[in-house]
């Protein structure tokens, strides 16, 4: 009796079978597979927005809004080319340290204020 061995790597096209991408793993070096990991962490990157002074007084309006109202808001900050998204109950701005703290279902977070690049109230 003879023992058909499955190989699940190959795919038949045609008459040819073909092992994908299994057959080129061998011709990647090290060097090329952290290329192409840095190529792709480059492509989730965000420039910086730039806020002109209209932004800046629509972003502090909000804030006061939200302060004053003690609504949820969900604010947007950028950080090392990356955009995070912030969602809670502001309690203070402190000016002097140029930071804005809120409660989060967390508990609660603080945001340096030159990194909110937006707010948006919740009701």
């Given at each position: 009796?003879?023992?058909?061995?499955?190989?699940?790597?190959?795919?038949?096209?045609?008459?040819?079978?073909?092992?994908?991408?299994?057959?080129?793993?061998?011709?990647?070096?090290?060097?090329?597979?952290?290329?192409?990991?840095?190529?792709?962490?480059?492509?989730?990157?965000?420039?910086?927005?730039?806020?002109?002074?209209?932004?800046?007084?629509l972003?502090?309006?909000?804030?006061?809004i939200?302060?004053?109202?003690?609504?949820?808001?969900?604010?947007?900050?950028?950080?090392?080319?990356q955009?995070?998204?912030?969602?809670?109950?502001?309690?203070?701005?402190?000016?002097?340290?140029?930071?804005?703290?809120?409660?989060?279902?967390?508990?609660?977070?603080?945001?340096?204020?030159?990194?909110?690049?937006?707010?948006?109230?919740?009701?």
């Amino acid at each position: 009796m003879i023992l058909l061995k499955k190989n699940d790597q190959f795919k038949i096209q045609g008459d040819i079978k073909d092992r994908g991408n299994i057959k080129w793993q061998g011709l990647m070096l090290p060097e090329h597979i952290q290329l192409l990991r840095e190529w792709y962490k480059e492509d989730d990157e965000v420039p910086k927005p730039e806020l002109d002074e209209f932004d800046l007084q629509l972003i502090q309006e909000e804030l006061d809004i939200a302060l004053k109202r003690k609504c949820e808001v969900l604010i947007e900050t950028w950080k090392q080319k990356q955009l995070f998204k912030h969602r809670g109950i502001i309690e203070r701005i402190d000016p002097a340290h140029r930071e804005l703290v809120y409660e989060s279902p967390f508990g609660m977070e603080r945001l340096v204020l030159d990194e909110i690049v937006a707010v948006t109230l919740i009701d």
